[in-house]
């Protein structure tokens, strides 16, 4: 059955990785944010978000966003976004300021390389 | 109480008026109706009087044992003196509980049917006489005929109900899309039929819709008609593809009945209007166009189910159109006697596109003008499903539920293409349109029914949306919320957000198509 968006994780060393395809919007914006929750432990080092699949995202997965942001930061993680460049994804953000508070990386291989210098 | 269980209630006061009047008559202790069962091969006691218990009891027996099994088996009167010397072995253990000594059957015939029996007993020994047994032949006779009439009553109101019961009470609300349905019963209550349609949402962004037709009347076609319709909701769970469901459906009525019936499976992308559809030798669906014109689908081809043919499915999609019908209805609408079923095809296609575009309207009208002076209709289903058309002024109204977003992105975006709209200007459209019916989805006063109205319109190059609920704005609270408005800002030329005493309008404005 066809669903929104779709969350798939995986794992670099210490380093999470979430992607997300498809859209996201307030209908699907709870189930995404328990989801990710669930998947970074606090072991983890860093979660890479890779939105290069995302083809809509809304105020609400915005705000989802943030608020993962906040809350690793307050355990001390890393937290970037992979956002191809010119994507609609990447007009929204850029909208908000998103780069302002969380890194911004055009593919996850550049994402990768920026949580093992730790920094961009 | 229902129709149908007063119709019952006829038929026990009557059966116990009559055997009072024959224990009167023929002075007999006893007296007792047994009815054959739908198989034709149980006898079930219905009535009695003296011996009721054999009613509580649910005494059944085969046909052809014991002493009613012999009068239903023989079809002629039959007598035993004396039970203690009698040639038949009676198997009702009742008759010797209550000491019965002599019994007279007679059978229940109805058109050369037998339909049961009715006898007489006594607690003393008897000879009943050529006479007794004319008489009770003569109330017999009397007798079947009314408990026939009362029982096709009965099941034709049973089937009725039923019928009823399985239809949808209400189709769902669609952004972009409308639907109606319609039924109408055959002429004559015991010919209730086997028509069916069904919705079946599957998930937010799917409908599986069908319609379909059992072969025969009366309760056992309403009862398969169930079966059937159960099972395709059952498969739609777990099937995506019309023609595999079909296939499954096939083998389940293979299994399960012997009756004829046809059926379309067709499923509805919210998102895309793509419909995909099989067919099991159910008349083709019909595709009304937005100028006016109309064409029989005609590729999707396979066997009725129930006809022993094992078939594939074939499958046919069309994507529906802005301001198109699809049609879908059942043989009833065109079959008539003495007309050929492309003349039945002729007049349906005329009289659709005659009717008004509303599905509602559209329906009856077309129900309406084909059945108009024909005697005894025949039952008819029909089901059709609009799409808006994206005309310079667009008007739908949106369930106020966080599903219908995407839906709602995917109508405006068509709606500026179709208006001359760049991609960036559909994804701005999206963003602000989805922003705007969130908020409304938020605060939606209340549970339930909260609806959205959305409206677009073109003036000299400008698209101007406005999207109105009935609750008030509120920007969502908290550090990291309230970020609809300036996304929506963003996006557009212009927004204004209007509260009045009963809602809130936020109008979006943006040029499109590059105009300057």
């Known amino acids: 059955m066809p669903e929104l968006a779709r969350l798939s994780f995986g794992k670099e060393g210490d380093v999470e990785l979430a992607h997300v395809a498809g859209e996201v919007d307030a209908s699907n914006v709870a189930e995404l944010t328990k989801q990710l929750l669930e998947a970074v432990s606090n072991q983890s080092r860093a979660l890479v978000l890779d939105l290069s699949e995302t083809s809509y995202i809304d105020s609400s997965g915005i705000s989802l966003i943030f608020d993962a942001a906040a809350r690793m930061k307050n355990r001390r993680q890393e937290m970037r976004l992979v956002v191809p460049p010119k994507s609609f994804v990447s007009e929204v953000l850029g909208a908000v300021s998103m780069s302002d508070s969380v890194p911004i990386d055009a593919a996850l291989p550049e994402a990768l390389r920026a949580v093992g210098s730790g920094g961009a | ?516």
Not at chain 2, 63 to 79: S, Y
Not at chain 2, 379 to 393: F, P, Q
Request: some cysteine; charged content about 25%; hydrophobic content about 45%.
């Open chain 2, 1 to 516: 109480m229902t129709e149908a269980g007063l119709a019952f209630l006829d038929l026990n006061d009557l059966l116990t008026e009559l055997l009072q009047r024959v224990t009167e008559v023929l002075k007999s202790d006893t007296a007792a109706v047994l009815l054959v069962e739908e198989d034709g091969r149980t006898l079930v006691a219905r009535a009695a009087k003296g011996l009721e218990e054999e009613v509580e009891r649910g005494f059944r027996l085969p046909v052809g044992r014991g002493f009613a099994g012999r009068v239903a088996a023989t079809r002629q009167p039959v007598v035993i003196p004396d039970l203690d010397n009698s040639p038949v072995t009676v198997v009702n253990p009742l008759m010797r509980e209550k000491k019965v000594r002599s019994l007279l059957g007679v059978p229940l015939i109805v058109e050369g049917k037998v339909i049961g029996v009715l006898h007489v007993g006594s607690l003393t020994q008897r000879e009943f006489t050529a006479g007794d047994i004319q008489l009770l032949q003569l109330v017999a006779d009397r007798v079947a005929l009314s408990i026939e009439r009362s029982r096709l009553a009965v099941q034709g109101q049973i089937a009725q109900t039923l019928q009823r019961s399985l239809l949808p009470h209400s189709l769902p609300r669609l952004p972009g899309l409308s639907m109606a349905a319609w039924y109408l019963p055959a002429a004559e209550e015991s010919a209730v039929g086997g028509d069916w349609y069904d919705v079946i949402q599957l998930g937010h962004r799917r409908l599986g819709l069908t319609i379909g037709d059992v072969a025969g009347h009366g309760l056992a076609a309403a009862t398969y008609m169930g079966q059937l319709r159960s099972a395709i909701r059952a498969y739609s769970l777990v099937i995506d593809r019309p023609a595999e469901l079909l296939k499954l459906v096939s083998r389940f009525a293979d299994q399960e009945h012997s009756r004829m019936a046809t059926v379309i499976y067709a499923t509805l992308n919210l998102d895309t209007w793509v419909v995909d559809f099989a067919r099991a030798g159910h008349p083709y669906p019909l595709l009304l166009r937005a100028d006016g014109s109309s064409t029989f689908l005609t590729e999707a081809s396979g066997p009725p189910l129930g006809s022993g043919a094992v078939g594939d499915y074939d499958q046919q999609r069309i994507a529906l159109g802005p301001a198109e019908t699809l049609f879908f209805y059942t043989d009833g609408l065109i079959e008539r006697r003495g007309k050929t079923l492309s003349d039945g095809e002729a007049a349906l296609s005329e009289a659709a596109n005659a009717a008004p575009d509303e599905p509602e309207l559209m329906c009856r009208e077309v129900i309406q003008r084909l059945t108009e002076g024909i005697d005894a209709p025949d039952d008819v289903a029909v089901l059709a499903v609009r799409a808006v058309g994206l005309d310079d002024r667009l008007e739908v109204e949106v369930p106020a539920v966080a599903e219908q977003l995407a839906t709602v992105r995917h109508l405006i975006r068509r709606w500026v293409t179709a208006k001359g709209g760049t991609d960036d200007d559909c994804a701005a459209f999206a963003v602000a349109v989805s922003e705007a019916c969130a908020n409304s989805v938020e605060h939606a006063y209340g549970p339930g029914d909260a609806m959205i109205d959305l409206r677009a319109e073109l003036n000299d190059g400008e698209a101007l949306v406005s999207v109105r609920d009935g609750g008030e704005w509120r920007e969502p609270t908290g550090q990291h919320r309230g970020r609809g408005i300036p996304l929506m800002k963003e996006f557009m030329d212009d927004v204004a957000i209007e509260t009045e005493d009963d809602g809130t309008t936020v109008q979006l404005r943006r040029r499109i198509g590059g105009a300057p």
